[in-house]
């Protein structure tokens, strides 16, 4: 999950939100949205894990997915929305149907009270610097995957690193005539 570090690291934040029509819990009192940091907000680039929550849940398939929504009242989902405004786009399921839509705002966030990651404080919610499209999802994953590409390359060169160094001072000394 997405990792803010460093003095107001967790102030005034790009995100986004994906909400999913079927997300509605029962009696309607909450939605669950998966917000993540913008990929585009300055802490971005570098996160293997833009989503604000992610927990490894093991189903009964056997398969690894993970659950990144957590619930936000009725009340806070309208300040997100009415902070978006027209900062929005359709999710479209691959059949062409819209089945949520992504919502694109700015503010505070900070630790879960109740399990693992971050939430937003609703009462700090604003515009986004960033506008929302049908490509905004699309570049969410591929700058996920370029940081862990990324991260991956540093961990390869640091591992080679003191050993290929190591090789081209014993190179240099063995070139060096003798003194004397």
């Known amino acids: 999950m997405a990792v803010l570090k460093g003095e ?17 819990t029962k009696g309607g009192k909450s939605q669950y ?22 927990d490894r849940v093991q189903g009964e398939d056997g398969k690894v997915r993970y659950r990144n929504g957590v619930p936000y009242s009725t009340g806070q989902m309208e300040e997100i929305v009415r ?24 503010g505070n966030v900070m630790p879960a009270a109740r399990g693992t990651g971050l939430v937003v404080n609703t009462e700090s919610v604003r515009a986004s610097e960033f506008m929302v499209d049908d490509k905004t999802l699309d570049n969410q994953f591929t700058s996920m995957r370029a940081a862990r590409a990324s991260r991956a390359a540093d961990a390869e ?8 160094g190591a090789k081209q001072e014993q190179a240099a000394d063995v070139g060096e005539p003798a003194a004397g």
């Open 8 to 24: 107001a690291a967790m102030t005034g934040v790009n995100l986004i939100a994906k909400v999913y029509k079927n997300g509605v």
């Open 33 to 54: 949205a998966d917000v993540q940091l913008d990929a585009r907000d300055p802490h971005g680039p570098e996160q293997t894990n833009l989503h604000l929550r992610s």
């Open 83 to 106: 902070a978006a405004g027209p900062n929005m786009a359709p999710i479209l399921n691959k059949d062409g149907i819209e089945v949520g839509t992504v919502y694109g705002f700015k």
């Open 157 to 164: 060169s640091q591992a080679q690193g003191p050993a290929s």
